[in-house]
Each structure stands twice: as C-alpha cells, then as structure tokens.
C-alpha cells in the first residue's frame, strides 16, 4: 500500500480508538479515582441551565491540559524515533478538535457557536451527553461516550435504573 494511505488509516484508526479511550477514561477515571478534577464539570456553569456566575476555566480542564502534553509527547518521540507515531498522534489531535467542538462547543456553548442541531445523530448525540448531565454525583451517571451515543431511550431507561440502585444503596449505607 501507498504511504500516504497507511498515514490515513493510522490517522483513522488512532481516532475512532479516541473514543473508546476517552468512553473508558471517562467512566473508571474521571468518575472514578480522578473524580477531584472531573466533579468541577459536573457543577459547572458551562451547563446551559444553569446561569453563567464563575471563571472561563473549570478544574476539569486541567485533563485537556495533560492530554495535550501528552499528545506533545507523542509528535516529538515520533518525530525523533518513528514516523508512523506522528500518524496516530494526528489522529488524536483531529479528536480533541472534534471534541472540543462538539463537548465544549455545541453541548456546553463554551464556544460562541450559537447553532444547535434540531434533528438526527447530531441531535441525539448532545442529548445524550445531557443525560449524562443530569447527575451532578460520581457514581449513577449514564452515558460516558463523546461521539458515539446510543438511543436517547434507552440512556434514559438506564439512568432510572442507576438512580434507583444508588438510592437504594444510600439507603443501606445508614
Ligand atoms: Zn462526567
Ligand atoms: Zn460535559
């Protein structure tokens, strides 16, 4: 194969495997032991319900912070000792574009982007993200992808069910 369509796939690749890194590091490490930073989002300002009263920044950013160095990281060992490094770590930089526009942009409005989608995947994917919103605690939350969203439904289905087990283990924990 061609060299610029091994750097495409590698792009590709290293993409859409962001989402299933950041689904993952979502739910076990900024809902869980990385809850500290992540729990400044979940009360943030940025929710459009609520009205804007503090900083630009939420503590929360500090994990856009460390994967940037990381991804820095990534380009110059890249750069130095394997190409094809350089591939994925563009892969991941497309990602927290995308992300960013999408998380911070459309769902949180942290961007000066006024345009809401009204209908299809576009839609459910910021409802979705919503959802995952309407808990403001570590454990019960639903939904943890970012570009990737199930059924609306069935989100909501679920996050019932979470609420009800954690009142029930609140309840036990007394
Ligand atoms: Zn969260
Ligand atoms: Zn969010």
Same mark, same amino acid.
Not at 5 to 15: K, M, Y
Not at 27 to 33: A, D, E, F, P, Q
Not at 76 to 89: E, F, N, Q
């Given at each position: 194969?061609? !060299?610029? #369509?091994?750097?495409? /796939?590698?792009? /590709?690749?290293?993409?859409? $495997?962001?989402?299933?890194?950041?689904?993952?590091?979502?739910?076990?490490?900024?809902?869980? +032991?990385?809850?500290? +930073?992540?729990?400044?989002?979940? !009360? *943030?300002h940025h929710?459009p319900?609520?009205?804007n009263? $503090?900083g630009v920044f939420?503590?929360?950013?500090?994990?856009?912070? %460390?994967? *940037?160095?990381?991804?820095?990281?990534?380009?110059?060992? $890249?750069?130095?000792?394997?190409?094809? #490094?350089?591939?994925?770590?563009?892969?991941?930089?497309? &990602?927290?574009v %995308?992300?960013s526009l999408f998380h911070d942009g459309m769902v949180h409005r942290r961007w000066p982007i006024r345009w809401q989608p009204? *209908?299809?995947?576009?839609?459910?994917?910021?409802?979705?993200?919503?959802?995952?919103?309407?808990?403001?605690?570590? !454990?019960?939350?639903? *939904?943890?992808?970012?570009? &990737?969203?199930?059924?609306?439904?069935?989100?909501?289905?679920?996050?019932?069910?979470?609420?009800?087990?954690?009142?029930? $283990?609140?309840?036990?924990?007394?």
């Open positions: 194969m061609m !060299e610029w #369509l091994w750097t495409l /796939v590698l792009v /590709v690749v290293a993409f859409l $495997g962001m989402e299933v890194f950041a689904w993952y590091a979502h739910k076990y490490i900024m809902h869980g +032991w990385g809850w500290g +930073w992540h729990k400044s989002h979940h !009360e *943030s929710q319900h609520l009205k009263t $503090g939420e503590k929360n950013d500090l994990y856009v912070v %460390v994967f *940037s160095l990381v991804v820095i990281g990534l380009f110059a060992v $890249g750069d130095l000792y394997w190409k094809p #490094l350089m591939a994925i770590a563009s892969g991941i930089t497309l &990602y927290g %995308v992300y009204k *209908s299809g995947y576009l839609k459910r994917l910021v409802q979705a993200h919503r959802i995952h919103h309407a808990v403001r605690t570590r !454990e019960g939350t639903v *939904s943890f992808g970012f570009l &990737y969203a199930p059924d609306v439904r069935k989100l909501k289905k679920r996050l019932k069910q979470q609420q009800a087990a954690s009142l029930a $283990g609140a309840r036990h924990d007394r």
